[in-house]
């Protein structure tokens, strides 16, 4: 049966779901928090002993040590497998149990999409002759359908994420905070905004909030996402629009937005895509506008623990993150520059992993 929400969250159908998937989030918890120092710990003396001993070269100054040794050192250490074991595991549990669940009250979620679809069809903007490109398909992060070709795919992913997070963002807070840090523009003129990658629309619907007066943009891929986007925000009240369309093609004008907001889009994209991106954000943003990021790490392999690169190359390849660790050896910075943008750091958020910048249209 439908369980209702906890503010903007939605109830698993059972309570026995629910549960459950509480279960998962302190197993998750126990895998990334509880037994990640170990692994860095334990890893990082083996990975520093086969280097001693000289069963590993020493990299030479100011080169990383070979992705493929830091591979097999680690996996000397007794906790590792263990390890690797929990993460992926709890991952399948937590996708099979949320679509399980939500699968049992699917007509009733697919009538209020409906009929939220119907009642503001103005801001939904989704063209049949869309082509989602192949490498938008893949089942990311392990997600069932991956983001593109589940129909329950928008509150699976929300529920889902609820897990990912341990219940620090079931009220949208990460979100709030995001909107709370966009950079605005330097003359402070914030007419309309857009969020690209926005999936659920939960930072799209935070900007409603602080900026009541823009025309405010939700732009996915994803088609399941942005319905379920478009229920929440017209069941909560709020007036913004979502497309469906390619960040890289947003069919919008030149100069048309002051400012863009992207959280974790990048790493999720190909390289050829990243670029394309970033020409259409520079595009679509007018002289003066801002483009706030918050991304994974990258360009600093060199600097990066090998632990951080171990969990990186790890979660590419047994997560389904298949472009991150093109993206994390890239240049994003130079990128950026590349394609007329003056880059800066931007504001922290309180998830200190994620780096935070800030691009510039020069006015
Ligand atoms: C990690 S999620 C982003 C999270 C989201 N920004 C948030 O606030 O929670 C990545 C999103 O980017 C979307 N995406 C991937 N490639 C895209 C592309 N080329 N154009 C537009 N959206 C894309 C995916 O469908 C997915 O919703």
């Known amino acids: 049966m439908d369980r209702g929400q906890i503010g903007v969250l939605p109830r698993p159908s059972r309570l026995a779901d629910e549960s459950y998937l509480e279960f998962v989030t302190s197993f998750r918890n126990l895998a990334i928090r509880q037994l990640f120092p170990l692994v860095a710990q334990h890893g990082e003396t083996a990975l520093a002993s086969a280097i001693t001993a000289g069963s590993i070269a020493a990299p030479a100054p100011g080169k990383p040590v070979p992705l493929a040794a830091i591979r097999r050192q680690f996996r000397t250490v007794a906790v590792v497998p263990t390890f690797e074991r929990f993460v992926r595991t709890q991952q399948e549990m937590m996708w099979r149990r949320t679509r399980e669940s939500f699968l049992q009250t699917a007509p009733g ?54 897990v990912f997070y341990e219940g620090s963002n079931d009220q949208d807070e990460l979100h709030i905070e995001l909107a709370d840090r966009m950079t605005l523009p330097a003359d402070g003129r914030v007419a309309r905004i857009l969020d690209i990658g926005c999936s659920i629309g939960q930072a799209t619907t935070a900007l409603r909030d602080n900026h009541p007066d823009a025309d405010i943009w939700g732009l996915d891929v994803a088609e399941p996402l942005i319905r379920y986007a478009h229920m929440r925000a017209v069941e909560q009240g709020k007036t913004v629009h979502f497309k469906q369309a390619l960040a890289e093609a947003t069919g919008f004008g030149d100069g048309a ?12 994209v190909t390289v050829p895509a990243m670029q394309a991106i970033i020409a259409e954000m520079f595009r679509v943003l007018r002289p003066g506008g801002t483009f706030s990021i918050y991304e994974f790490p990258n360009n600093d392999q060199d600097q990066l623990p090998a632990s951080n690169r171990f969990l990186i190359d790890y979660d590419s390849r047994n997560n389904c993150e298949p472009y991150s660790p093109a993206f994390v050896a890239s240049d994003f910075r130079g990128m950026l520059s590349a394609a007329g943008f003056v880059v800066e750091d931007g504001p922290a958020l309180s998830n200190a992993f994620l780096q935070s910048l800030v691009a510039r249209k020069p006015a």
């Open 257 to 268: 937005f002051d400012c863009v907001l992207s959280y974790i889009l990048f790493h999720e």
């Open 109 to 162: 979620l697919l009538a209020r999409m409906d009929a939220a679809a119907a009642s503001h069809p103005e801001r939904l903007h989704i063209d049949p002759d869309f082509h989602v490109p192949a490498y938008t398909r893949c089942e990311i992060h392990c997600q069932p359908g991956g983001y593109t070709d589940d129909p329950l795919g928008g509150i699976v992913f929300h529920y889902g994420t609820k």
